[in-house]
T-cell receptor
């Protein structure tokens, strides 16, 4: 079953604007990850945030995690046309099997 | 270059004709997994392997088989493909299983399968 749910499903912005995507999940986690997928291609890991962390940065990416609300957000600042892709959150559900549970994804379009 | 390689990238076949999608990783990862991606359903795990000769079912294993005879290879076998297995398939590998440090997965480029 899909644990993560992203919101919004689709987002269209102008280049230079910030893009915010949200993810909600249902069970306890060890960590939460965000992945990016260019159309029809494999997913690429962006950032991992541990359950004891509240915020993490990587370049133009900022991820927050609120374990009390079981939610996370991904902020892409100063977006570029090349950021156009689908973004997925993934949780491990506290499992030790290595399994990741992916959300449905947010499709981001950045217009030049 | 560290990578996960899937072959073929595109495949059109007919119902009932056995096929194998290969997956190979060059990162000495212990964990490997197969997913299918369908519109509106996201990524769903088919099978995974935590090490050589250790495999287990994911969420949607029906109609699929896997094997892990060597650490680097994890082929996906469809013994008798059906049209509902038309999908985009991804293989992924990871250095570690889980815990706080996480199971960061590296994905192949995908195999688009059409079963007629």
């Amino acid at each position: 079953s899909q644990q993560g749910e992203e919101d919004p499903q689709a987002l269209s912005i102008q280049e230079g604007e910030n893009a915010t995507m949200n993810c909600s999940y249902k069970t306890s986690i060890n960590n939460l990850q965000w992945y990016r997928q260019n159309s029809g291609r494999g997913l690429v890991h962006l950032i991992l945030i541990r359950s004891n962390e509240r915020e993490k940065h990587s370049g133009r990416l900022r991820v927050t995690l609120d374990t009390s609300k079981k939610s996370s957000s991904l902020l892409i600042t100063a977006s570029r046309a090349a950021d156009t892709a689908s973004y997925f959150c993934a949780t491990d559900g506290s499992s030790n099997t290595g399994k990741l549970i992916f959300g449905q994804g947010t499709t981001l379009q950045v217009k030049p | 270059e560290a990578q996960v390689t899937q072959n073929p990238r595109y495949l059109i076949t007919v119902t009932g004709k056995k096929l194998t999608v290969t997956c190979s990783q060059n990162m000495n990862h212990e964990y490997m997994s197969w997913y299918r991606q369908d519109p509106g359903l996201g990524l769903r795990q088919i099978y995974y392997s935590m090490n050589v000769e250790v495999t287990d079912k994911g969420d949607v294993p029906e109609g699929y088989k896997v094997s892990r005879k060597e650490k680097r290879n994890f082929p996906l076998i469809l013994e008798s493909p059906s049209p509902n297995q038309t999908s985009l398939y991804f293989c992924a590998s990871s250095a570690r299983v889980g815990g706080v440090r996480g199971n960061i997965q590296y994905f192949g480029a995908g195999t688009r399968l059409s079963v007629l």
